[in-house]
């Protein structure tokens, strides 16, 4: 338990009293001189972390505010007196008399009749008059934001208040994931005093909502509305410090902050919908995965536990394998019982209440702090929480199990690795603990042992220090990752869930294969695809690098396959597979069975070669957000040069010198072996042109010259008549179909609705593709031609990706089209929450949450990041009040807040950023100034 | 033991009719009672009986009412009527078949004259639409086909309507696609059904499905309603249609259905 004492008074005075030197692990703050100073107190002694130290200007201010006041009241016949002068304020004695020299807090109402009977024999209006007078005083004297308060004996003129205090306490316990519903105000001066607010109702700034307060003084004007009456004193004040340690020893489940823009809430049941529900309130930590299903067993529920990067099986049909599961209680879901989830996003924890008792209420979470390790407490009907064992093997798997010293373990195999969990768990009355520990090794069958060994770990460390660990994990991601949208409550929910997910997928260390749908579901078999490179990566490299490190080195690791594929081919270099899972090899299955029942030869893994690109542009997007020149010059470089190498032996010369890529598939995979598709042929550009700059020095000479002619030579389809790229060389010949004329609706799978033939036929898209180009490499198409290509792309595609919307938003911003952007990006969206694809029962959508946070970052924000510095162009919806988003620049964490007509950016001086477009005008940073850049 | 009733008038339907009540007496662990009703000739209806071993049940009256009060006894599981007389010319439903089939509170199996007849069903084929409460009627027939060790295809057909807005990637959407439909639509035939999905007008393609898997019948549940405009697809499947194709009337489901009852406080998100 943590205890924040808020005092007006100095560290000698209130140490003096406390003498406290708590070892922890709870903390005890000390926030004194009225909201100006705050201590830490350990072993050690008190430690100053926080003070407001004024300017000299402020402390004349302050001065000439106390003189003009006391000068003031003079004028008015009352002598008052400047008693001290403490940190940023100054304090009069309203009633400098020898008998109310010292009242005691006991006399308060008798010490409140002689002031105001002062106050008045000389014409005042109470206090109130008093704190006017001062407050008007410390404006002329230069304070915008002076800060009065009364005590009944004196006024005191400050920069700083309790207010302040408060408002740090409750930052810097968001900060440690703690929400303000779990934090209790204590206090003894809530109501009103001589006109004025109690000085303890400063304790309750808007951060507090939700916060319980209560008072335990007397209050003899009565308490403001939402703080409870209890009165009593020191003796109730205490009486409720014993109660919240009792609380810790009796292992109460914690508080979950319900603040509605961080949770998702689930309430009732509904077998159709179950996994659906399931997959949205997945629990992961880049390790493991674990399905929102309730802790209960019911035959609608499908709970399962996946590991990230642990395939089995052979060929197109490797995939995921499901692990054993730590969450099941053997207790069925009774039937028509009220049953609520709750998701809190902001601490990553995952509540379950059952009837409403409750008769089972559980917390669970996958700790971010400790991947691989989780957590289940909960309390209620024995009967609900009783099982015969903590780990239950996935239906149709093989695991090995044993019991070590009343501990269960289990080891599964899977490929040429494994997995091996250890779990324990204590029933004590109404109360069960569980800890499961998690080893997953693609490339090896771990140790028991070691699974064994880490509960231990976590044992000691305890339910209380992994769960303060966790939720503290969680804050410091959402510091350098949330997205503000102010003035639209829905979407700043999905937003937010969108990027929960995304924080959840990728582990920071060693290598991170991400798949369609991360950890939260089957789907997709777990393959990787361009998903995780083009559409997760950038959120990550611009918010978490580590974890963007780690989605490299999966796509390093397996550098060697991709060289073996090349070869095969009787291609040089590196050549990465559409769909890629344990190994590297390509999983792509080459026919399936599609929508309309009809077996179909899928040759995206043959042909859907841009992939090649891609990994290589994600390296890129990596180098340029975290400044890493270790990976540029390391693995980076290897992986930029394979790739050119791949495209230089890829790439045929027609007889003018012409270069071309001839039968691919691109983005837009409705049309398939085309020639010179402009999204392939493009990425290749900019692929050779990287490689060449970044193996400067480390690449012979002549073999990155070759690439820049290669690059040179590659034909794009650009019309500089029209503006127009033309997708794929013979793309404009075909039937010229516009489908948002004709469709019933949008999105809509195209292939479905006019048959695979006409499509193949047809000037109809699937996705972006061209457009694809201005988003990923605007400064490789021609300059002004995204409204052009926009304006004829758009009608034309169908948007039967998932992938579409998003990139479209983005698309939409950077155009100005701004209504249409934000339609688009609630759509992306809701494509899980609606189960807009029928799928999300096998996992959310991650590439869709990616475009999200890209939409509002890269559309929206107009960010890029390059070795030069971090770019801005914002644009903000009229619907919107505001837009703040965080990021990190080379290490550098970066705030921007975009407002109508106002723009703020918060960022080290050493990150160089410039403007572009705001207002019509142009600035770039030079250190701490600003300048207006004219062309 | 229960009863399979072969409605069977004077016509050539008649063996047809005896053949698909038969398939479903195995099915349903049955036997088959012949009947025939009216005053007019049964020659051929005692004919076809005959030649499946069967004594001829007459009753008297009208047609329709004495049908389904047949039919009505609680020993009897299904019947089994006529798509019309005549396997040649139009293919309109005949009156009888369609009074019995939107009056009957039971199963009916509704046979074309021109039926192949099978000594034993093989393959049934489930159209299910994607709501819970037609999922719900096939659901014994699919636990018998499949306590049988029949094969079942259960069917989705997408229409102009209803066709998904994303299909990503094919190779893995359907799939993933077929296994929520299933577990939402069809839970209890997981593992031992096959799933097929096609795009088109649904009866049309019911029909293609049937062909194309070889089903011997095809199971549909339904509201009993067939007036103008209503159940478009089972009036084309019964008028176009070479296949029995069993109805099971959607209100044999009781109103405290166990899926129904699992649904409570209707699940809601503050995210939707």
């Known amino acids: 338990m943590d205890v924040a004492v808020v005092t007006g008074t100095h560290i000698g005075n209130v140490d003096g009293q406390l003498r406290a030197r708590p070892a922890g692990p709870g903390r005890l703050y000390l926030c004194l001189n009225r909201g100006s100073e705050v201590f830490i107190v350990d072993e050690r002694g008190p430690a100053v972390i926080h003070r407001r130290v004024p300017t000299e200007t402020e402390e004349a201010a302050l001065d000439a505010a106390a003189l003009t006041t006391v000068a003031k009241l003079a004028e008015r016949g009352l002598r008052a007196e400047i008693v001290s002068q403490r940190l940023n304020r100054r304090k009069i004695d309203v009633i400098p008399d020898p008998e109310w020299a010292d009242p005691p807090k006991a006399k308060i109402s008798e010490l409140l009749a002689a002031v105001e009977g002062r106050l008045r024999s000389a014409g005042l209006d109470g206090l109130r008059e008093v704190v006017l007078v001062a407050e008007e005083a410390a404006r002329d004297a230069g304070l915008s934001d002076p800060k009065v308060t009364s005590d009944a004996k004196h006024v005191e003129i400050g920069l700083t208040d309790k207010a302040d205090s408060a408002r740090w306490v409750f930052a810097e316990l968001w900060r440690r994931g703690i929400g303000p519903a779990q934090v209790l105000v204590a206090g003894d001066e809530f109501g009103p005093l001589g006109g004025l607010p109690g000085s303890d109702s400063l304790l309750l700034p808007p951060e507090a909502q939700r916060a319980v307060a209560v008072s335990v003084g007397r209050e003899p004007t009565g308490v403001s509305p939402g703080v409870l009456a209890l009165g009593g004193g020191p003796e109730t004040f205490l009486a409720l410090l014993r109660d919240q340690l009792e609380r810790r020893r009796r292992g109460d489940l914690p508080e979950v902050d319900g603040d509605e823009a961080w949770t998702v809430f689930s309430r009732g049941f509904d077998p159709d919908l179950e996994r659906v529900q399931s997959s949205l309130l997945t629990i992961a930590d880049g390790v493991i995965g674990t399905s929102g299903s309730p802790v209960g067993s019911h035959p609608s529920a499908r709970p399962r536990v996946l590991a990230a990067g642990l395939y089995d099986g052979e060929g197109s049909e490797t995939e995921l394998v499901s692990c054993p599961l730590w969450t099941r209680l053997d207790g069925e879901l009774p039937h028509a019982m009220s049953f609520e989830r709750q998701l809190d996003l902001h601490a990553g924890l995952l509540r379950q209440k059952l009837g ?149 997928s990728a582990a920071e260390t060693g290598e991170a294969a991400v798949g369609a749908r991360g950890l939260t579901g089957p789907a997709y078999r777990g393959h990787v695809f361009w998903d995780g490179d083009v559409f997760v990566l950038p959120f990550l490299a611009a918010t978490d690098p580590p974890a963007a490190r780690a989605m490299l080195e999966y796509r390093i690791r397996r550098l060697d396959a991709a060289r073996t594929a090349a070869a095969a081919l009787g291609r040089d270099g590196a050549r990465f597979p559409w769909e890629s899972a344990g190994t590297g090899v390509d ?94 042929n493009v990425m290749a550009r900019w692929n050779l042109r990287r490689a060449a700059e970044a193996g400067c020095g480390a690449v012979p000479d002549a073999e990155r010259k070759s690439w820049l002619e290669l690059a040179a030579a590659l034909v794009d389809g650009y019309d500089s008549e029209t503006q127009l790229y033309e997708q794929f060389a013979g793309f404009n010949l075909l039937e010229p179909l516009v489908i948002a004329d004709i469709a019933p609706h949008r999105p809509i799978a195209a292939e479905l609705l006019l048959g695979r033939e006409r499509t193949l036929g047809a000037q109809v898209l699937k996705q972006a593709d061209v457009l694809m180009l201005h988003h990923l490499v605007p400064d490789e198409v ?154 | 033991m229960r009863k399979i009733i072969a409605a069977l008038d004077n016509s050539l339907a008649a063996r047809a009719v005896l053949a698909t009540a038969g398939n479903l007496a195995q099915l349903f662990d049955a036997e088959v009672e012949a009947l025939h009703v009216g005053e007019d000739g049964d020659k051929v209806a005692r004919g076809a009986a005959a030649a499946a071993g069967l004594q001829l049940q007459r009753v008297a009256g009208p047609t329709v009412p004495a049908l389904v009060d047949a039919a009505a006894a609680d020993d009897v599981a299904a019947l089994v009527v006529g798509t019309r007389r005549l396997p040649v010319g139009g293919r309109p439903v005949g009156t009888t078949a369609l009074d019995v089939i939107t009056s009957l509170l039971k199963p009916v199996a509704v046979v074309p004259p021109d039926a192949v007849r099978r000594s034993a069903l093989q393959r049934v084929l489930v159209p299910l639409e ?143």
């Not at chain 1, 995206?604 to 070669?609: M, N, P, Q, S, V």
């Not at chain 1, 790439?651 to 039968?663: M, Q």
């Not at chain 1, 007509?901 to 572009?916: F, H, K, N, T, Y």
């Open chain 1, 356 to 504: 409403r008792q409750p008769d089972l209420e559980s917390i669970l979470f996958s700790s971010l702090a400790c991947p691989g390790t989780a957590v289940l407490r909960a309390k209620g009907v024995r009967a609900l929480l009783e099982s015969d064992e903590p780990l239950e093997a996935a239906e149709g798997t093989a695991v090995e199990r044993g019991i070590v010293g009343g501990t269960t373990w289990a080891r599964q195999r899977a490929g040429a690795g494994g997995l091996a969990v250890a779990a324990a768990e204590r029933l004590e009355g109404d109360r069960l603990d569980r800890v499961a520990t998690y080893v997953v090794d693609p490339t090896a069958v771990p140790d028991p042992e070691e699974a064994l060994r880490r509960l231990e770990e976590a044992q000691e460390i305890g339910f209380d220090g992994l769960f303060a660990a966790h939720r503290r994990r969680w804050a410091e991601r959402w510091e350098t990752a949330d997205i503000r949208i102010e003035g639209d409550d829905e979407l700043q929910r999905l937003v937010r869930f969108a990027l929960f997910h995304l924080m959840a």
């Open chain 1, 587 to 680: 999983v792509t299955p080459s026919h399936a069975h599609d929508h309309a029942g009809g077996l179909v030869a899928i040759r995206t893994g043959e042909l859907e070669e841009h992939i090649v690109a891609d990994i290589a542009w994600a390296a890129g997007c990596y180098v340029d957000w975290s400044g890493d020149t270790a990976f540029a010059t390391g693995p980076g470089r290897e992986l930029f040069t394979e790739t050119a190498r791949y495209w230089a032996s890829r790439i045929r010369l027609d007889p003018s010198g012409r270069a071309h890529i001839y039968g691919v598939i691109g983005p837009d995979e409705y049309h398939e072996a085309v020639d010179d598709n402009a999204f392939t």
């Open chain 2, 130 to 272: 994607g709501t819970t409460v037609t999922s719900l009627a096939p659901k014994g027939i699919i636990e018998l086909a499949r306590d049988a060790d029949l094969g079942v295809v259960v069917l989705h057909v997408h229409d102009a309507a209803t066709l998904p807005a994303f299909t990503d990637q094919p190779q893995h959407q359907a799939r993933a696609w077929a296994d929520e439909f299933m577990a939402r639509y069809c839970p209890w035939g997981i593992g031992n059904v096959r799933v097929e999905l096609r795009v088109g007008r649904p009866a049309k393609e019911i029909l293609a499905a049937a062909e194309e898997t070889d089903a011997h019948l095809i199971v549909l549940g339904w509201s009993q309603e067939i007036d103008w405009g209503r159940a478009p697809v089972v009036r084309e499947l019964l008028e176009r249609g070479r296949i029995p194709v069993l109805l099971v009337p959607v209100r044999l489901i009781p109103t405290g259905d166990e899926r129904r009852e699992e649904s409570w406080n209707r699940s809601q998100s503050s995210l939707a």
């Open chain 1, 782 to 935: 021609a300059p002004g031609s995204l409204e052009p290509n926009l304006a004829h792309y758009e009608p034309r595609t169908a948007h039967g990706s998932s992938l579409s919307p998003a990139i479209h938003a983005a698309l939409l911003a950077r155009a100005g089209r701004l209504g249409r952007a934000v339609e688009a990006l609630r759509l992306a969206c809701r494509i899980d929450v609606d189960d807009l694809t029928g799928t999300t029962a096998g996992g959310v959508h991650l590439a869709t949450m990616g475009g999200v946070w890209q939409a509002l970052a890269f559309g929206f924000a107009g960010a890029r990041a390059s070795a030069g510095g971090l770019e801005l162009d914002p644009r903000l919806p009229e619907t919107w009040d505001a837009l703040e988003l965080r990021l990190a620049f080379h290490g550098y964490p970066v705030r921007i807040r975009i407002e109508q007509g106002a723009l703020e950016i918060d960022a080290d001086p050493a990150v160089p950023i410039s403007v572009g477009g705001w207002l019509g005008r142009r600035f770039e940073r030079r250190g701490e100034d600003w300048e207006e850049v004219r062309k």
